[in-house]
């Protein structure tokens, strides 16, 4: 077997900021072979288990490098549309037509059978969701069942995949047994297990798929050498052999982790930069101009499926690791900060009717998990605001499950606070005439700081100098207003 190993081209700065070229596809067309093996070049089957936000551009991906792909879903309306040549996934640019193209040229398909995938497949990619349950541990739930039902259609020569971001050492200590038992086979001399993280960006998860190097570990180095040589046949990127499964688990939460840390440094610095009357965003410019230096940007907290996530799974194996924890702390406590300033502004939040613009965890991007809206909203009812929210992304009865009553885009309303918890572009067409009733816009994701607003209006962010409103004698002043507390 030949793995062909490209050479870096990655120009790393000093500091860690590298500029990632895109590659384009250097493939021709790919000899079938059946079994695959692992020669470059060459193409077989995959099943990949999940065929959700990242599992079907994967999925698509595959497919264009000319892989029979076999997508594995539990929900039968995936399956259904992928059957039918659709996308379900409707964020990512690109995706509809690839999926329509690898359907019709009969390469992609789907099933809800993922022992039958499995015993078809030469490769199995696992890209189901593993997030928190409520003790903040793994919620392994829906890894288990998937690893459950491929694990009896293995046979020798199968190359399975984590892609999904798991704690270090679960690829090797709780899912390899686990297929070891169901399929009776020996990992590493009658088939092969690795982990390769995905790092994609929502929203752009195939024009990732052609810039981020790929990292692999196996369990063994036959298991890493399989990966690698798979992943060399249907990505252009570079391909980067780890030394083990439990490397490439680390580095996946290496990464994220260390972006959470960054965030939570930058929400401490943009604090005292409120209480020493400096904007944190010029700040924080001037020093990145050094190329050491890559302070990211303060906000309202940090939402998705992964940076708020994954430093939970590293302190389920380590509590030890204080820094990490406080960063969680730190990011999680920006909610109650916006709030405070808030109420310091308009001197409590009692029947006052507030908007909250933004409700998705980054704009553009359909999914509530870990948005930061959520507690916002809670803890602005809480104080006993009267909460409407707007996000265009969401329906109505979407922004009611979330406890808010939903506000139309151009309505006029009474509302005297908005606080922006997403950077949607959108949002700078708010006309201030809307909101007789304005005191306070908070810009949380400092996103709004050129929107033209009245004088009455105070424009406060995190890590900036406030704009106060112009106070009258007869005009508003903090605390007055009806229902102030
Ligand atoms: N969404 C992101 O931005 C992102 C970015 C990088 C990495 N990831 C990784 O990808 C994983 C999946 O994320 P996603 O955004 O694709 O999730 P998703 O919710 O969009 O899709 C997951 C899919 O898996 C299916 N599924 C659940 N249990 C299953 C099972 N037992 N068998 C078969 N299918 C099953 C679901 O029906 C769904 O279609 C994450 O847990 C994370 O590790 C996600």
Redesign the pocket.
């Known amino acids: 077997m030949t793995i062909v190993s490209r050479p870096s081209s990655v120009q790393s700065l000093i500091g860690g900021s590298i500029e990632l070229p895109v590659h384009a596809c250097g493939h021709g067309p790919a000899i079938q072979s059946a079994p695959w093996a692992a020669e470059p070049g060459t193409a077989g089957i995959v099943a990949v ?7 079907l551009p994967l999925a698509a991906q595959f497919a264009d490098h000319d892989w029979h792909v076999i997508a ?4 039968q309306a ?1 399956v259904d549309a992928i059957n039918e040549g659709r996308s379900h996934v409707t964020e990512e640019p690109g995706l509809a037509e690839l999926v329509a193209t690898a359907h019709a040229g009969g390469r992609l398909r789907a099933t809800t059978d ?1 022992a039958a995938a499995a015993r078809e497949a030469d490769v199995v990619v696992l ?4 997030m928190l349950d409520d003790e903040q541990q793994p919620d392994y739930r ?1 890894m288990d ?2 690893v459950a ?1 491929i694990a009896p259609g293995l046979h020798k020569g199968s190359l399975v995949i984590f892609e ?2 798991l704690p270090v050492g679960d690829t090797r200590d709780r899912f390899t047994p686990r297929l070891e038992e169901a399929s009776g086979l020996s990992a590493e001399r009658d088939f092969f297990v690795a982990f390769s993280p ?5 929203g752009a998860a195939l024009r990732n798929l052609a810039t981020y190097p790929k990292l692999v570990g196996g369990i063994g180095p036959a298991s890493t050498d399989r990966a690698a040589a798979f992943y060399d046949c249907v990505l252009d990127t570079e391909v980067v052999a780890m030394s083990n499964s439990e490397a490439a688990e680390f580095s996946k939460l290496a990464d994220t982790t260390y972006r959470d840390v960054n965030i939570a440094l930058a929400n401490e610095f943009a604090r005292y930069a409120e209480r020493v009357n400096v904007d944190i965003h010029e700040v924080i410019a001037a020093a990145n101009s050094q190329p050491y230096s890559h302070i990211h940007q303060p906000g309202l907290g940090v939402g ?3 940076i708020p996530v994954y430093p939970h799974f590293l302190l389920s194996r380590a509590p030890e690791l204080e820094l990490v924890e406080l960063a969680r702390r730190t990011n999680d406590g920006q909610v109650g900060a916006v709030i405070r300033s808030i109420e310091s502004e308009i001197g409590g939040l009692a029947g006052v009717p507030v908007l909250v613009l933004g409700l998705t965890y980054r704009h553009g991007v359909h999914e509530l998990a870990y948005s930061r809206a959520l507690p916002l909203i809670e803890r602005l009812a809480h104080q006993g605001a009267l909460v409407s929210a707007w996000d265009p992304l969401l329906l109505p009865d979407e922004i009611a499950r979330l406890g808010a009553t939903s506000w139309t885009w151009g309505e006029t309303a009474p509302f005297r606070v908005i606080v922006t918890q997403t950077a949607d572009p959108l949002f700078g067409g708010l006309d201030p005439t809307w909101f007789p009733e304005l005191e306070v816009l908070f810009d949380g994701r400092d996103s709004l700081r050129d929107l033209a607003l009245p004088a009455a209006v105070a424009y406060r962010g995190i890590g900036v100098p406030p704009r106060p409103r112009a106070v009258t004698a007869a005009g508003p002043g903090p605390g007055s207003g009806p229902g102030s507390g």
């Open positions: 288990v999940g065929a959700g936000k990242m599992g594995v879903d539990v929900q995936v993922g890209i189901v969701p593993v829906s069942s998937a039902a999904t971001t995905e790092r994609l960006y929502s998705g499926h992964c």
